[in-house]
C-alpha cells in the first residue's frame, strides 16, 4: 500500500475476477485492508440507505434517544456522540468519541443470546427500517461470498456454513462538524483507534478524507474510491492466521482546525461465525511462539464489546500484537 500526495493507495480487488482469492490473499496479508469493487451491491440499495440515515439522523435529539438500548452487550439501537471511546477496547484511555450511530441486525436470529437482540426500529424514519434491511440481505449474501472465498484461502471449507447465525452486526455512522461544536479535547477522535472484532468488516464510506489506517509504517489516511467498498480483516481472522492476515487498526482522527470534513457517513457491516464457533491458529499458520489460545465467537466479543461503551478497558483478546496506537 503505497502512499501519493498524503493519501494511501489502496490495494483493489474485484470479486468477478478469476484470479480474486490469490489478490485477497497477497493484500489481506500487508494491512489487513483491501477495497472491493465487483461486490455486487444494487447502486439503488445503498443509495436508499443513504437517504433513510439522512432522514432518521436529522430527528430531533429526544426522538432519537428513544432507541438508545442500554444494555452494553446487546449494539443495537440509537449511540449518541460521545457515548463510546472505542480506544478503549485496545486498553488505551481517551475522551470520548463524537460519532453518532443507529446499530441493526437480523432480527430473525435474536433472542438467542444476550449479544443478538431485536433492532428498535425507529417509527418517527418510516424509510429507515426497509432501507436497512434490504442492505442487511444485501451484506448477508456477500458476506455468505467471502466466507467462501476465504474459507477455501485459509483452509476452513465450511467456513460459510457455520457462520450463518452469528451476532451481525451493522452500524450506520454519521460524523458532521456543527455549528457550536467545542475544540476537541487533547486526544480527542471522531472514532478512536480500535480493531473489530469480526471475522471481517465490510464498508461503504463517502469519498471524503478521515479514515485512517495503522501500516507497518504508520498512519495511512484512506479515501475510498465512489462505489466500491473497503474490507477489512477482523480479530477473528487474524487469530486463524496467526496474525498472517492481521486485524486491521483505524481510527477517524479529529484535527479542529477546520480541514476535518463537515460530514462523513458510512456503513459498516460486522460479519462473525456462529456464537459457538471456537477462534484459535490453524495448523498451518500455527507459530512456535504464538499467544493465541482457543475462545468461542460469544466469549471474545463479550469480552472486548463492552468495555468502550463503559469508558474502561476492555477484557479478552488483543490482536495488537507489537503495534502501538
Known amino acids: ?25 497477497r493484500a489481506l496479508r500487508k494491512d489487513g485492508f483491501v477495497q472491493l469493487v465487483g461486490h455486487g451491491l444494487p447502486t439503488d440499495v445503498a443509495n436508499s440507505l443513504w437517504a433513510a440515515t439522512e432522514e432518521f439522523f436529522a430527528l430531533p435529539f429526544a426522538t432519537k434517544a ?29 475522551p470520548p468519541d463524537l460519532f453518532e450511530s443507529f446499530n441493526s441486525g437480523h432480527d430473525d436470529r435474536a433472542g438467542r443470546h444476550r ?15 426497509q432501507a436497512t434491511r434490504r442492505y442487511l440481505d444485501a451484506m448477508a449474501d456477500l458476506a455468505r461470498r467471502l466466507d467462501q472465498m476465504i474459507g477455501d484461502i485459509i483452509g476452513i471449507d465450511d467456513l460459510a456454513g457455520r457462520s450463518t447465525a452469528g451476532p451481525d452486526t451493522m452500524a450506520c455512522i454519521r460524523y458532521e ?12 477522535k471522531r472514532m478512536g483507534a480500535h480493531s473489530d472484532y469480526t471475522t471481517f468488516t465490510i464498508l461503504r464510506a463517502d469519498p471524503v478524507p478521515g479514515l485512517e489506517i495503522l501500516g507497518s509504517d504508520g498512519w495511512k489516511p484512506i479515501v475510498p474510491d ?41 456503513v459498516a457491516y460486522f460479519h462473525y461465525p456462529d456464537l459457538d464457533v471456537a477462534i484459535e491458529p490453524l495448523p498451518v499458520f500455527r507459530r512456535p511462539d504464538s499467544t493465541y489460545r482457543s475462545v468461542t465467537v460469544a466469549d471474545h466479543l463479550g469480552a472486548r464489546l463492552i468495555g468502550p461503551k463503559r469508558h474502561a478497558p476492555s477484557a479478552g483478546t488483543s490482536t495488537l500484537s507489537d503495534r502501538t496506537i
Open 1 to 25: 500500500m503505497d502512499q501519493s500526495g498524503g493519501v494511501a493507495t489502496i490495494d483493489t480487488v474485484d470479486l468477478a475476477d478469476q484470479d480474486a482469492p490469490e489478490a485477497l490473499d
Open 66 to 94: 428513544k432507541y438508545v438500548v442500554d444494555d452494553a452487550a446487546a449494539n443495537r439501537g440509537y449511540r449518541q456522540r460521545g457515548s463510546e471511546a472505542l480506544s478503549y477496547s485496545l486498553g488505551a484511555a481517551s
Open 115 to 129: 449479544l443478538i437482540q431485536a433492532t428498535p426500529w425507529p417509527t418517527e424514519a418510516p424509510t429507515f427500517a
Open 177 to 188: 462538524r456543527l455549528d457550536d461544536e467545542a475544540a476537541p479535547a487533547p486526544g480527542q
Open 226 to 266: 465512489a462505489d466500491a467498498l473497503l474490507l477489512n480483516v477482523g480479530d477473528l481472522l487474524a487469530m486463524w492466521t496467526d496474525d498472517a492476515w492481521p486485524s486491521t487498526v483505524h481510527r477517524v482522527p479529529l484535527h479542529g482546525d477546520g480541514t476535518d470534513p463537515v460530514l462523513r457517513r458510512s
